[in-house]
């Protein structure tokens, strides 16, 4: 069995392009796993088979393994630091920014940092990216069109002012939509861009393996402006961000020195 999923990781590489090696392994077996009966298929090599043949079901299995959870202004707290204090800071120092959401998912972390933009400095044309590996969620993201659900921790009023209903979904304005540029991107493989203000990755260094986090870590830090922010999820502590010239500021909320 262990053989089986190694030989199963190394052709998933050729034939999605992700290499799971850098993925915790425990958590992305038993995930493949439960996959692999949830579609009936005996045995890994029977199902890369499947892989190869069909591409719409390597778009499902790469939506299903890389997890789009993702909500407007998730984690009220780190959001309001980012509004009361990461922004405002930058805005002064810099005026025009440049911001990367890396692993964007659906689109809502990188559309709250362009709404919380605008309030701050209307009008104004910051550089707004989101990256993701998964080419479902980018058209998602593109589209910008929301159950719900991804609204609940947005504030009131920005939900008024840049959503409309539409049957059960809400559409963010065009306004707010034009104003972030998507790409896809392997974290793990692609070549970073530079000169960002601020680098938002949360909830993503929760998949990857130690090594995969410290290596990233050094990355994104090298594509910050000295003074510029890095920001991870709630429930992530960079290892050993001094390495990577990075000095912890508040929460999850880091700053190259
Ligand atoms: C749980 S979502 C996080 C979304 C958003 N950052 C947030 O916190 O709300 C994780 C995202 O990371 C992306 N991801 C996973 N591995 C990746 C990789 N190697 N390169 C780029 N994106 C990746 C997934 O496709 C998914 O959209």
Redesign the pocket.
């Known amino acids: 069995m262990a053989a089986d999923y190694e030989a199963f990781k190394r052709k998933l590489k050729g034939t999605i392009g992700?290499d799971l090696n850098y993925y915790k392994q425990q958590q992305m077996q038993r995930r493949i796993n439960q996959w692999l009966q949830r579609v009936g298929a005996a045995s890994y090599d029977e199902y890369i088979k499947v892989l190869q043949r069909d591409a719409e079901e390597r778009e499902r299995f790469t939506g299903y393994l890389?997890?789009?959870?993702?909500?407007f202004y998730?984690d009220v707290t780190v959001f309001r630091e980012i509004e009361d204090k990461v922004l405002p800071d930058l805005v002064q120092r810099f005026r025009r920014l440049r911001v990367w959401?890396?692993?964007?998912?659906t689109g809502?972390?990188i559309y709250t940092i362009a709404m919380l933009l605008e309030e701050l400095t209307p009008g104004t044309r910051h550089t707004l990216l989101g990256?993701?590996?998964?080419v479902g969620?980018l058209e998602q993201a593109e589209e910008a069109v929301y159950s719900e659900n991804l609204l609940n921790s947005l504030p009131a009023k920005y939900k008024k002012r840049y959503f409309t209903h539409e049957g059960r979904m809400w559409r963010l304005s065009d306004t707010i939509r034009d104003r972030v540029r998507f790409k896809r991107?392997?974290?793990?493989e692609d070549p970073f861009e530079t000169n960002f203000h601020l680098i938002?990755?949360?909830?993503?260094f929760i998949?990857f393996t130690q090594e995969a986090q410290v290596r990233l870590t050094k990355k994104f830090s090298d594509s910050l402006v000295s003074g510029g922010y890095f920001i991870v999820?709630n429930a992530e502590n960079l290892l050993e961000p001094e390495m990577a010239d990075l000095k912890r500021v508040s929460y999850c909320i880091y700053q190259r020195v």
Do not use: K, M, W
């Open positions: 992700l890389t997890i789009n959870t993702s909500q998730r959401s890396a692993g964007c998912s809502p972390e990256t993701d590996f998964d969620a991107q392997n974290l793990l938002l990755c949360r909830n993503v998949y999820g």
